[in-house]
Structure formats: structure tokens, C-alpha cells
């Protein structure tokens, strides 16, 4: 009884902030005992295998450990006055002190022991080794796909997933250029020509004339000869059974009109529209072999198209619609691409001068972005009767075109129109 007595007279007498700071001591000093009492067992097992529970134990990772540990034991007491909260700092800072100097101490007791030091560094290099091989093989393995998905242009070069097949002078650049507005379409400036000229130059070659591409993104090219060439159809389904096919159709008169109207301005001396329309004027034999006329045919060349692709790959897009509602096909082409519908009529305004729509001019751009002057030549004025016997040629190939695609393009209500000159 005396002695409780006397103890609480004692501190009652002692200062609770000294009280305080010597049992924070005493604490502190037991903890950095008690751990370093435990550091041989944490250390010498690395004689065996330095490695314990999938971690690199180390003087180092061990003094980590010990600094968090006596760090954590001040982060609780944040109720003291901003003296106290000093004081308790600068006590277990003497605390870390000292604990790295005995960390030095045995590291230097551990140094003489060379079989340990020696078993601790080979497993330390074994160890350090495999972390940089897979180090390294996640780099390689990263810096692959950088090589296979990254180029200079950001992307991967791949196959066309779609491709404007069709026709000559239907549209197609019109088309092309309004695509090429869509951040998710790349496309090829140029006609590659591979399926009818270069097939010979393989895969790899047409591949690389491919624009680069992104995850999402649709690689795109248009060679209007395609559609009649008999051999494309296979060589295309060989590559890409699943490719998505567009052909621009117009009315196969004005069609021919306008394929005549460009030869025209490369080579002045060939005979008349005419002339070359007819096997014998006279008797009204049309002369179907002439590539301006059978190219309007469209019908005996869809017929060799889908021996290999069902209708559902492929997309017809009217010609004459093109010029007068451009944002209309657009959106039909958009949605059979699987595209969000960005190409708006907002990106186009009618050129009077050339007599078809032009794409606005972009933000960072001066000028409209306007099809060139091989586009909207004004044609030559022809015959209205040979028109007219042209429209009869065609009429039962367009019925039978109808047919086979399930749309009315509406041609026959053109007879009138096309006696007219019209630009193409």
C-alpha cells in the first residue's frame, strides 16, 4: 500500500510531458531491440535462398522495414501540443540514427563470413538476373508491338477491309474524298490497280501501299476498273472473304458520255461520240464492245461479283444522288461501313462553277478541298437521237440491275435530261 502510495506521489510530482517522452523512449527502444534480435533470422537464411516469399530481403529492405515501423509508432500521437509533437521527433530521429549505425555495424560483421556473403551475392546475381531478363523480355516483347503496331505514321499498314470496286466515272473519287474526312477511315490516294495489273507483285507489295492505321480505324482504296475485270472478283475473295465492296452507279448514258468526254481531253484526234457508239448507225447496232458503252452494262459484271459475295457485302451508291443530296449517300455509306455518322451536310457546299458539291474547307486550310479540273468538263454536245437508241440499249440491262440489287435508280426519268449538255 505505502509503495503505490509513493509511486503516485512520485508522479504526481514528475511533469506528464517528461513522462511522456520516457516511456515514448522506452518504447521506441524496446521495438528496435525486439526487431533487431529477429535480423539474424531475417538475414542468414540467405545462405540458403536469398529470396523470401517472392521478396529480395536485404540490410537494406530490412532497414526499410525498421524505419517504417518506428515512423508509423510517431504518425498516432497528433494530439500533442506542437512542442511535445518536436520533442517526440527528435527522439525517434536519435532512434534511426542509431538503428543505422548498427545496421552498418553487422553489415560489416557479415562481410567476414565469405561463404554466407558469397552464397548471399550469387543468389543476389541470380536473382537480379532474372528480374533483367524478364526485365528485358517485357521490353522486347513491348518494343515488338511498337514495331508491328507503330510506324512512322502511327499505326499499323494492313490489307483494305473495304474497297470503292466500281464505276469509272460514277463518282468514285467524289466519294473517296468525302470518306477520307472521317477520322476513321484511310485511304489510299492513288488507284492501286493491283487485282487487274499488279496482281503479280503479291500481297506484301499491295499491303504496303497501304496508309497506316489505328485500332478502329478502316483501310480503304477505290480502283473503279475492278468492277469489270472478270478475274478480280476471285482474286479479291481470296484475299478477304468478308471485305466490304461499294460500287457508285450513275445512269450508264451520261456514264458514257463523260468516260468519252475525258479520253476527249488526252487524245483530241479520236473520232466522234458517234462514231464510236455504233457498229452500223444506220441500222441502229450498237457497238457494245466499245469500253464506254459495256462499262455501263452493270449487270452482266455484278453477275461475276456475286458468284463470290452476297449482297449484303456489298454497297451500291447512286451517282446522281452523290451531287444532290452528297450528305444523304453519305450517310448510307457510313452506316454499311459500320462508321459513325460524321460526315455531314455540314462539310459540303455546291460549286456552281463545276456543277457538283465540294468539301469545305478545312480548319487549317485556305481552300476548299474541290475535285480537280479532270472533274466537271463540260461534254461535248451529242446527237439527242443517238442518246435516245442509247437509253433503249440500256433499258433492259437497268430493269434487270434493279432486280439483282433490289433499288430503282430511276434512269428512265432521265431520257429527257440527258439529251442536254451536262457536266460530269
Known sequence: ?????????????????ILFMFTLSLSVTYLFYSLMSCYNSLQFPLQENYVYQGRLVT????FVTLREKLYSASQGFTEFTEAEGTTAVTVVREHVEAEQRTVEWIRTQVSPTRSAAAAAAAAAAVYHTSALDRERQEVSTTDSELRVNCTSDYGEKKLPQAIIIGVKKGGTRALLEALRVHPDVRAVGNEPHFFDRNYERGLDWYRDLMPSTLEGQITMEKTPSYFVTNHAPKRIHSMARDIKLIIVVRNPVTRAISDYTQTLSKKPEISTFEVLAFKNRTLGLIDASWSALRIGIYALHLESWMQYFPLSQMHFVSGERLIVDPAGEMAKVQDFLGLKRIVTDKHFYFNKT?????????EDSSTPRCLGKSKGRTHPKIDPDVIRRLHKFYKPFNM?????????FEWELEEDSESRSSQD
Open 59 to 62: 540490410e537494406e529492405t530490412t
Open 400 to 408: 434487270m440491275f434493279y432486280q439483282m440489287t433490289g433499288q430503282n
Open 1 to 17: 500500500m505505502a509503495f503505490w502510495s509513493s509511486t503516485s506521489v512520485f508522479t504526481s510530482k514528475v511533469p506528464r510531458k
Open 354 to 362: 463545276k456543277g457538283f458539291p465540294c468539301l469545305k474547307k478545312p
